[in-house]
């Protein structure tokens, strides 16, 4: 039945060659943990794409009801730990993941660079990478915020006053995430926009840019 | 692959009538030992996910996601402390030469320089050599950045005040007066058999603290109960002891 199907849709749209590229391709010796347990390192790009995929899943959950305004979001949050069933689960999963995601992706650049990876033909690759590195680490700083819990707040505050001491740049990056003078209601809905839908949309298109050069140039070669 | 004359297509589209046989590649012809992605190195992958998994979830299990108490822009006392993987360049803003007069070196020449020199690495690094011993200064550097990271987080670790940390975001419970005649009939009566001592709720009856009821509500649920949990004439005494106990749960407010 399944298969019908299948055949029904492939002789309308020829889908078969799209997936077989993305299955269609091999896995060298060296770096399959199988014949060589050293090869274990080239798991935490994997594992960092597995986290991401796992923080895009809970934060949808988590979006049913947290609430982004400074009167409920506090109150959102404290109900989804203590009240939703599973909610202090979904939770924890995405306040450990965003750490998690973090040290893998640490360890999956320092592998790229010990191993010199980064080397021509390779050298757009990094930079992307660089820039997924900023972006995860924005996605950190702002999903800080969204709790609107005490050391939420002061670390935001803090964090802006930072980028206030860089000239010309930082003062409109103030304006740009604070949306005015001081860190409240504008502040919060801003942040809850950028770490929900600016970030991901950047997050998405960047690794699949570093998705199609990994396939495109194929996996660096032993060392 | 067929292109051009004697073509065949499905109707009027683009997609080839002619059917491709469905065969992955043959890797015996690449050297060593190797596989097909898909299937049989995926399920490999799976099997190092799903045990990544479990351990993810014992974490996040052992560990509750902490919150603290909501924000307070008036607190003027709190010691503000970002996630852990910040501390390094809040530490760096601690030393003389990179804060006060200084501070533009610590917010912008010290992690400009070395976050711009791992972003534009391959650039810098241009020889052929891959081995981190025979490219002793990109190897160096990086190095020098690690141990740099972690001396900062470190130190900001345990110039931390941790024991104020832990006391300073605290969610406070309501604070109430146990003598309060309300309290005593509270815990006289069957109430604090599921609203709990601390009026905070459990399993069988939720918290009584912010309830934004007013008193005549709150006897009217006393005496003829709130289903489904709730039973009728749950409260046995007189009125008196009714208008104190609900004037005292009313006043009960969340911090």
Known sequence: ?223 | MHRGKGMKFVGDSRVPAERKPNIPKDYSEFPGKTEAFWPNFLLKEWMVGAVFLIGYLILTIVHESPLEKKADPTDAGYIPLPDWYFLFLYQLLKYKYAAGDYVLIGTVIIPGLAFGALMLAPFLDTGLERRPSKRPVATGLMLLGLISITYLTWESVVTHDWEKAKTQGKIVDVSFDENDPGYQIYQKQSCVGCHGNTLSGGASGPSLIGTGLKPEEIMKIAKEGKPPGMPPNAFKGSDEELKQLAEFISKLEKK
């Open chain 1, 1 to 223: 039945m399944l298969q019908k199907i299948y055949d029904w849709v492939d002789e309308r749209l020829d889908i078969t060659p799209l997936w077989r590229d993305v299955a269609d391709h091999e896995v060298p010796e060296h770096v399959n943990p199988a014949h060589h347990f050293s090869a274990f390192v080239y798991c935490f790009g994997g594992l960092t794409f597995f986290i991401t995929v796992i923080q895009i899943l809970s934060g949808m959950f988590l979006t049913m009801y947290y609430v982004p305004d400074i009167v409920n979001a506090w109150e959102s949050v404290y109900y989804l730990q203590n009240e939703v069933a599973f909610g202090v689960i979904v939770r924890g999963m995405h306040h450990w993941g965003a750490s998690l995601v973090i040290v893998m992706m640490f360890l999956h650049t320092l592998r790229v660079f010990f191993q010199g990876a980064y080397k021509k033909p390779r050298e757009l690759n990094w930079v992307v990478g660089v820039l997924i590195f900023f972006v995860m680490l924005g996605l950190g700083f702002t999903g800080y915020l969204l709790p609107w819990d005490m050391k939420a707040l002061f670390a935001t505050k803090v964090g802006i006053e930072i980028a206030m001491t860089i000239p010309v740049v930082g003062p409109i990056a103030k304006t740009f995430l604070a949306g005015g003078e001081i860190i409240g209601a504008q502040t919060l809905t801003r942040f809850f926009a950028i770490h929900v839908f600016f970030l991901p949309a950047a997050l998405l298109g960047l690794m699949g840019a570093h998705f199609l050069m990994i396939r495109k140039q194929g996996i660096s070669g032993p060392l």
